[in-house]
């Protein structure tokens, strides 16, 4: 399969613990964006790599959330101090470099988080 | 004001018939414009992009209204395996795109 890969795909976890999110995304594709999703609500961004580099980050992403692309290949997602608040489906999606207009992102098959 | 609406729905409809709903976005500066399709518990996947002369893919027919800043999405002769949230999504700038909650289509036998 050479899609955008997450694990886990379903987390459980206490609240106040922390837990980490891996994404894979597709082999050449340069941009690597992480959203959430709640029950009922459209994806929503948090944020989003060029190669290594975290270039925005959305204002829901707290203090608690942590975001890494190291090598610019995979990247995690760290939320510390797990609030159940925090309960969402975690997607990744990435992008191949801009060219021209297309600019389709290709999405992961998500992380479900529940925190109790 | 959310930046994008939808309509929920859901919207019931017969194999066969046509169905169609719309989104309305908030940010006039908005570029471009995509329906992706949801099914349930899984991933978004893009449907299809927006251009502003509207355009089909199939059954599919998209239309972007700049001026009134909506967006329409008309299925014609429905299937069974249309059923599925749609979402409507604006890209502001270059890498944020910003979703709608979802319309939510059942196309019954």
């Known amino acids: 399969d050479t899609g955008v890969s997450q694990d886990p795909r379903h987390k459980i976890t206490k609240r106040g613990q922390n837990v980490t999110f891996r994404c894979d995304p597709i082999s050449e594709h340069n941009r690597l964006y992480w959203y959430r999703q709640t029950l009922g609500q459209g994806p929503e961004f948090l944020t989003y790599f060029q190669n290594e580099a975290q270039l925005e980050k959305s204002r829901l992403l707290s203090d608690r959330f942590s975001a890494e692309r190291p090598k610019g290949s995979f990247s995690t997602l760290e939320i510390q101090r797990t609030e159940q608040g925090d309960s969402a489906m975690y997607l990744c999606?990435?992008?191949?470099?801009?060219?021209?207009?297309?600019?389709?992102?290709?999405f992961g098959p998500g992380t479900r988080l529940t925190v109790l | 004001r959310k930046e994008v609406e939808q309509d929920p729905g859901p919207f019931n409809v017969p194999e066969g018939a046509t169905v169609a709903f719309n989104c309305t976005y908030s940010?006039?500066?908005?570029?471009?414009f995509f329906w992706y399709r949801q099914d349930c518990r899984k991933e978004p996947k893009l449907l299809m992009s927006v251009y502003s002369s509207g355009n089909e893919d199939g059954r599919f027919t998209a239309q972007l209204n700049r001026a009134s800043q909506y967006i329409s999405l008309l299925i014609r002769d429905s299937k069974l395996s249309d059923s599925a949230t749609y979402l409507c999504v604006v890209n502001l700038n270059d890498y944020k795109l910003s979703f709608g909650a979802g319309t939510t289509v059942t196309v019954r036998a």
């Open positions: 940010n006039s500066a908005s570029q471009s």
């Open positions: 999606a990435s992008r191949q470099p801009l060219a021209g207009t297309y600019n389709e992102q290709f």
